[in-house]
């Protein structure tokens, strides 16, 4: 079994690592945080103190950061111990760009593999995700099945690429409900029943995820995705659409709790 190094224990990165964990393969972990990592630590993972401890003699690396500069940070701390022959799995949304810029840093003998995740924790903690695996998969592949469906997207960079599309559409799918949301309350329709038709209508997933409760997107992180997809194209109402996330991140109730209260936000601002 490969010797597995998982770094990030956020809201994603636990339940996963705990799918590998429970997989068999001997796990080590860190995250920022040491706390976040006792309970997996206490199921039998390994607790490195550093992310260069963890990488130094795994097979398969595997990162699930908030985002870019994250990810910078960690890799400024991995990339001289990585040992020829390894396999780094980037899982974090940080667009192709930055899985491209990694890639150029490793040296020869390492494997980069980009493949960010489709869906939200409930799936991560059933190992029902979405994998989106661009790159040399097949080393990995098997790895990747503990957390998954992986569906392989092509070259390096284009896993992280299709994490984006996906994301736009998540996030301004939801932000469409809220302000239809937003309509029905200013024309005195019954919640209940917008929210049942418009359930029932071509919106009906974004709707599902609008009002999701027992599940975590971050507001933050969803207007880090929305900023990084806007700035790969030209796209008016993700632009539109990230503005409204960004009023929403401003308030401290907001910034750190799952979309779905951004929603709530969203219906009621001015």
């Known amino acids: 079994m490969e010797k597995i190094a998982f770094l990030g224990l956020g809201h994603m990165g636990a339940p996963m690592a705990r799918q590998l964990l429970g997989s068999g393969h001997p796990?080590?972990?860190?995250?920022?945080?040491?706390?976040?990592?006792?309970?997996?630590?206490?199921?039998g993972a390994t607790l490195a103190a550093t992310p260069a401890d963890a990488v130094r003699d795994a097979d398969v690396v595997i990162t699930m950061l908030a985002g870019p500069a994250a990810l910078h940070a960690v890799a400024d701390a991995v990339v001289p111990e990585l040992r020829p022959g390894a396999y780094w799995v980037e899982m974090s949304t940080v667009g192709p760009d930055v899985v491209k810029e990694l890639a150029a840093r490793l040296k020869d003998g390492v494997t980069l593999v980009d493949a960010p995740v489709a869906g939200s924790t409930d799936r991560a903690a059933a190992g029902r995700l979405g994998?989106?695996?661009?790159?040399?998969?097949?080393?990995?592949?098997?790895?990747?099945?503990?957390l998954g469906t992986v569906t392989r997207t092509g070259p390096l960079g284009s896993g992280a690429a299709l994490k984006l599309v996906v994301?736009?559409?998540?996030?301004?799918?939801?932000?469409?409900?809220?302000?239809?949301?937003r309509?029905?309350?200013?024309?005195?329709?019954?919640?209940?029943?917008?929210r049942a038709v418009l359930t029932n209508g071509p919106?009906?997933?974004?709707?599902?995820?609008?009002?999701?409760?027992?599940?975590?997107?971050?507001?933050?992180?969803?207007?880090?995705?929305?900023?990084l997809a806007t700035k790969a194209a030209r796209l008016p109402v993700m632009e539109a659409?990230?503005?409204?996330?960004?009023?929403?991140?401003?308030?401290?109730?907001?910034?750190?709790?799952d979309i779905a209260k951004a929603v709530a936000h969203i219906r009621r601002s001015s």
């Open 241 to 257: 659409v990230l503005e409204q996330f960004r009023r929403a991140a401003a308030d401290p109730a907001v910034v750190h709790e």
């Open 131 to 146: 994998i989106l695996a661009g790159g040399d998969v097949a080393g990995v592949e098997h790895v990747l099945a503990h």
């Open 167 to 181: 994301n736009t559409s998540v996030v301004g799918g939801v932000a469409l409900v809220a302000e239809a949301m």
């Open 203 to 227: 919106l009906g997933g974004a709707v599902g995820r609008a009002f999701a409760e027992g599940v975590h997107f971050d507001t933050a992180l969803a207007v880090k995705d929305a900023d």
């Open 183 to 194: 309509l029905a309350d200013a024309l005195g329709v019954d919640e209940d029943t917008a």
């Open 27 to 43: 796990l080590t972990v860190w995250t920022r945080t040491a706390a976040k990592a006792e309970p997996l630590a206490a199921e």
